[in-house]
C-alpha cells in the first residue's frame, strides 16, 4: 500500500506534534496512529504528557507544531467531531438535570436523528433505565460513571478516546464499560486510551505506545508479556527511576 | 547590534529632551494662565504617545494570535505598560494643571475623563496577564482582551465627548490652545516622548524574552 | 439551520439548569434589592436630583447584580467538567456563546424587570416611569444587550483562571462605560419626562453600534478563547 493509502487508512494519526508551555516542550514530535478496528493503550509516569496528548488528539487544545488527523480531517472539524468521543476526568454531565435530560441534551448536540429513542437505548444499555429521571446530583459515584459512558458512546462515535477510564469505577462500570469497549472494537471502531490500570486495559489495547518526559519511548503491538506483567514496557523501556 | 541602536535612540531621545526643557523654560509665559500652561508640552504628547502604545499593542497582539510567535506577545505587554505609565503622567500633568489654575485636583473634562477610563482598561489588561500562570494561555486571553479595548477606546473617546458636549463645563486648558508658534516645539517634544517610549518598550521587552526563557528553563529542571 | 438550533439547545439548557437550582438568580435579585434599599438610605426620594440621578442609580443596580448572573454563565460548566463535553460536541464555538449569552440576557432581564418597579416605588418615580415605559425598555433591553455580550464572553475568558469573580468585575466594567453611560443618560433623561429624541437619538445609535460591534468581536473570537 502506498504512504497516502496507509495514512487514510488509519483513523487517528498523530504527525509530529509538539506542545509548548512557553517554551518548555511537554510533548516532543510524538509520531502515532491507530487503526480502525484497534486500541492503542498510551502508558507513562504522571507528568509524561498522556492526557495533554489524548486533549490534542481530541481537539481540546492546539498542538505548537505538528497535526492531527482523524480520518483525514481536522479534530475540530464539525463532521469530525460528530465521529468523536471522549471521556475524561470529569463525568461530563450535568448534575441539576436528569440522566434521561443529559442524554437527549448530547444527542441534540450531536444531531441524530430521533434524541429520545437514542437517550432511552443508552439508558437501558448502561442500565440507567429505572432512574432516567433522577437528577444526576442524587445518583452514586458508579451510576454518575456509566452515564458518562452512556454520553460518550450515544452518538456511536468511529473513534474513542478515553483519559484513563477505568480509574476509580466501580466494578459494574468497569464491566459495563469493558464489554462497550470490546463491542465496539469487534465493530471497527479506533479506541486511544491512556491509562494507569494496566491489566485491564492491556487487555483490551491492541498496541501499546510508551510515553516517556513527553516523547514517544515505545510504540508497538500489545504482547502477551505485557498483559502477564503491566510493569514489563516500563522495566524495558521505560527510565529507570 | 540591537543594544547599540537602544544606546543611540537613548541619547537621542535625553538630548531632545534636555534640549525641549531649555527652550520651553525660555518661552514667554502665557497670557492667562503662567508659566504652569507649559505643563501642555509634556501633556499632550504623552497622550499622543500612549495612544500608539495602544495602536502598537493591538498589532502585537493580532500578530501573535496569527503566528503564536511569543515575540509579539513581549512586545504587545511591553507597549501597553509604556504606554499606561506615559497616560498616568497624563492624567497627572492633567491634575498638577486643574490644581495650579483651578484649585482643584481634578475635573470631569472629555478628555481627562477618557484618559481615565482608557488607563483602567489597559490596567485590566496587565491584570489579566498576573492572573494566569500558563505562558501560552496568558499570551492568548490577553491578546483576545487587548482587541477588545482596543475596540473600545474611539468609542470611549466619543461618547465621553458626546456627554461633555450635552453636559459642558469649563474647558481644560481656559478654552487656550498650544499657540501656532510653538507647534514645532510640541512636535519636538512628541518625537522625544516616542523615542523615549521606543527606547523603554525595547528594555522591557528584552526583559521580557529573558524572563520567558527562564521560566522554561525552570520548568524543564523541575521537571527532569 | 444547525446554528440557530443548537443556539437554542444551549439556551435552554441553561435556563433549565438555573431554573431549577436558582442559585445565581436569587442572588442577583437579593443583592439588587440590597443595593436599592441602601439607596434610598443615601438619597432622599423627595428631591428632584434624585430623578436626575436615578438612570445611574438603576444601571449601578442593574451592572452589579447582573455580573452575578454573567459571572454563573461558564462557571456552571466546571464541575464534572461539562465545559470539555461542550467543546468536544460537533456546535461551534459561536453557537455555544451565543446560546449562553441569550441564557443570560432572559436571566439578567429578568431581575431587571422586577427591579425597575421596586425602584420606581422606592424613588418615588412610578409616574414617570410609567408614563415612559417603552422608551425605558428599549434602553433597557439594549444596555442589557451591552452587558451580556461582554459579560459572556470575558465569562469564558476568566472561566479558568486565579481569582475569576474578580477579575470578571475588573474586565467588564471599563469596557461597559460607553454603553452604561448612555443607558444612564438615556435613562435619567427619561424618567425627567424628556422624550427620546434630539441628543438622546445619538446615545441610542451609540448604544446599538455598540452592541452590534461587541457582539461581532465576541463571535470572531470566541473559538480562541476556547478552544486557544
Same mark, same amino acid.
Given at each position: ?26 510533548? /516532543? ?15 507513562? /509516569? ?18 505548537? /507544531? ?169 522495566? /524495558? ?5 | ?6 544606546? &543611540? ?7 531632545? %529632551? ?19 500652561? *507649559? ?31 511569543? *515575540?509579539?506577545?513581549?512586545?504587545? $505587554?511591553? &507597549?501597553?505598560? $509604556? ?25 470631569w ?6 484618559? @481615565?477610563?482608557? =488607563? ?7 491584570? @489579566? ?31 465621553? *465627548?458626546?456627554w461633555r458636549?450635552q453636559h459642558p463645563q469649563? &474647558? ?15 512636535? =519636538?517634544? %512628541? ?34 | ?34 443595593i436599592l434599599l441602601l439607596f434610598s438610605f443615601a438619597f432622599d426620594p423627595e428631591a428632584e436630583t434624585t430623578r436626575e440621578i436615578s438612570g445611574g442609580l438603576l444601571w449601578i443596580v ?15 460548566? !466546571? ?22 449569552? #441569550? ?13 425597575l418597579?421596586?425602584f420606581a416605588i422606592f424613588n418615588n418615580v412610578t409616574r414617570p416611569v410609567?408614563q415612559q415605559?417603552?422608551?425605558i ?19 469564558? !475568558? ?12 475588573? #474586565?467588564?466594567?471599563?469596557? !461597559?462605560?460607553?454603553?452604561l453611560m448612555?443607558a444612564m443618560l438615556m435613562t435619567s433623561s427619561l424618567v425627567m419626562g424628556k422624550?427620546?429624541?434630539?441628543d438622546n ?28
Amino acid at each position: 500500500m502506498s504512504a497516502v493509502a496507509t495514512e487514510r487508512a488509519s483513523a487517528v494519526v498523530i504527525e509530529g506534534v509538539w506542545k509548548f508551555y512557553g517554551d518548555f516542550p511537554a510533548l /516532543r514530535d510524538i509520531q502515532l496512529a491507530a487503526d480502525p478496528g484497534s486500541c492503542l493503550a498510551l502508558i507513562g /509516569r504522571n507528568g509524561a504528557g498522556k492526557t495533554t496528548l489524548l486533549r490534542i488528539v481530541a481537539g481540546f487544545s492546539r498542538p505548537g /507544531r505538528g497535526k492531527i488527523k482523524i480520518f483525514g480531517a481536522e479534530p475540530r472539524e464539525a463532521e469530525t467531531r460528530r465521529k468523536m468521543g471522549f471521556i475524561g476526568h470529569g463525568i461530563s454531565v450535568y448534575d441539576e438535570l436528569s440522566a434521561f435530560e443529559n442524554l437527549k441534551l448530547f444527542a441534540r448536540l450531536y444531531g441524530l436523528v430521533d434524541p429520545r429513542k437514542s437517550a432511552l437505548e443508552w439508558l437501558e444499555r448502561t442500565g440507567l433505565e429505572r432512574v432516567r429521571d433522577g437528577l444526576v446530583r442524587e445518583f452514586s459515584r458508579g451510576m454518575r460513571q456509566r452515564l458518562a459512558v452512556a454520553r460518550a458512546f450515544l452518538h456511536e462515535p468511529s473513534v474513542l478516546l478515553l483519559d484513563e477510564p477505568f480509574t476509580a469505577l466501580d466494578d459494574r462500570a468497569i464491566a459495563v464499560l469493558q464489554r462497550l469497549l470490546r463491542e465496539a472494537l469487534a465493530a471497527g471502531k479506533t479506541i486511544v486510551m491512556s491509562t494507569h490500570q494496566l491489566r485491564e486495559a492491556l487487555e483490551l489495547a491492541s498496541h501499546v505506545a510508551l510515553l516517556n518526559r513527553g516523547q514517544v519511548a515505545f510504540h508497538g503491538p500489545c504482547t502477551p508479556e505485557m498483559v502477564a506483567d503491566p510493569g514489563y514496557v516500563y522495566a /524495558r523501556y521505560g527510565e529507570s527511576s | 547590534m540591537r543594544d547599540k541602536i537602544v544606546y &543611540v535612540l537613548g541619547a537621542a531621545a535625553i538630548l531632545l %529632551l534636555a534640549r525641549d526643557i531649555n527652550v520651553i523654560a525660555g518661552l514667554p509665559q502665557e497670557a492667562n494662565q503662567g508659566a504652569i500652561f *507649559k505643563i501642555i508640552f509634556f501633556h499632550v504628547p504623552m497622550a499622543i504617545t500612549a495612544m500608539l502604545c495602544s495602536f502598537v499593542a493591538l498589532v502585537g497582539s493580532v500578530l501573535f494570535l496569527i503566528t503564536r510567535n511569543f *515575540k509579539y506577545d513581549a512586545l504587545a $505587554v511591553s &507597549v501597553t505598560e $509604556v504606554g499606561l505609565a506615559l497616560l498616568l503622567g497624563n492624567l497627572v500633568t492633567g491634575s498638577i494643571w486643574a490644581r495650579v489654575i483651578w484649585g482643584i485636583w481634578w475635573t470631569w473634562d472629555a478628555r481627562l475623563t477618557s484618559a @481615565l477610563v482608557c =488607563w483602567l482598561l489597559y490596567a485590566g489588561y496587565l491584570m @489579566l496577564r498576573r492572573a494566569i500562570e500558563e505562558p501560552t494561555q496568558r499570551a492568548t486571553f490577553a491578546a483576545v482582551f487587548s482587541i477588545f479595548a482596543f475596540i473600545d477606546v474611539p468609542i470611549v473617546i466619543f461618547s465621553i *465627548k458626546w456627554w461633555r458636549t450635552q453636559h459642558p463645563q469649563p &474647558v481644560f486648558w481656559g478654552g487656550g490652545s498650544i499657540p501656532a508658534d510653538w507647534y514645532a516645539l510640541a512636535g =519636538w517634544n %512628541l518625537l522625544a516622548m516616542v523615542l523615549f517610549g521606543v527606547v523603554l518598550t525595547a528594555v522591557r521587552f528584552s526583559q521580557e524574552e529573558s524572563q520567558r526563557e527562564i521560566d522554561s528553563l525552570r520548568r524543564m529542571a523541575h521537571a527532569f | 439551520m444547525n446554528f440557530a438550533r443548537n443556539v437554542l439547545v444551549i439556551a435552554v439548557k441553561d435556563l433549565r439548569a438555573e431554573i431549577r437550582t436558582k442559585e445565581a438568580i436569587n442572588a442577583s435579585f437579593a443583592f439588587a434589592l440590597v443595593i436599592l434599599l441602601l439607596f434610598s438610605f443615601a438619597f432622599d426620594p423627595e428631591a428632584e436630583t434624585t430623578r436626575e440621578i436615578s438612570g445611574g442609580l438603576l444601571w449601578i443596580v442593574f451592572a452589579f447584580a447582573g455580573t452575578l448572573v454573567l459571572n454563573r454563565s461558564f462557571a456552571r460548566e !466546571l464541575p464534572n467538567d461539562c465545559l470539555d463535553a461542550l467543546i468536544a460536541a460537533p456546535i461551534s464555538g459561536a453557537a455555544l456563546y451565543l446560546g449562553k449569552a #441569550l441564557a443570560n440576557y432572559v436571566l439578567v432581564l429578568a431581575m431587571e424587570l422586577v427591579s425597575l418597579p421596586v425602584f420606581a416605588i422606592f424613588n418615588n418615580v412610578t409616574r414617570p416611569v410609567s408614563q415612559q415605559i417603552w422608551p425605558i425598555l428599549l434602553v433597557i433591553a439594549l444596555g442589557t444587550w451591552g452587558l451580556t455580550v461582554i459579560g459572556t464572553i470575558f465569562s469564558a !475568558l476568566t472561566v479558568n483562571i486565579r481569582l475569576r469573580e474578580v477579575m470578571l468585575p475588573m #474586565l467588564t466594567y471599563p469596557i !461597559l462605560v460607553p454603553a452604561l453611560m448612555g443607558a444612564m443618560l438615556m435613562t435619567s433623561s427619561l424618567v425627567m419626562g424628556k422624550p427620546l429624541a434630539g441628543d438622546n437619538l445619538t446615545w441610542l445609535k451609540m448604544l446599538v453600534g455598540f452592541d452590534l460591534i461587541y457582539t461581532a468581536a465576541s463571535l470572531a473570537l470566541v473559538e480562541i478563547v476556547l478552544v486557544g
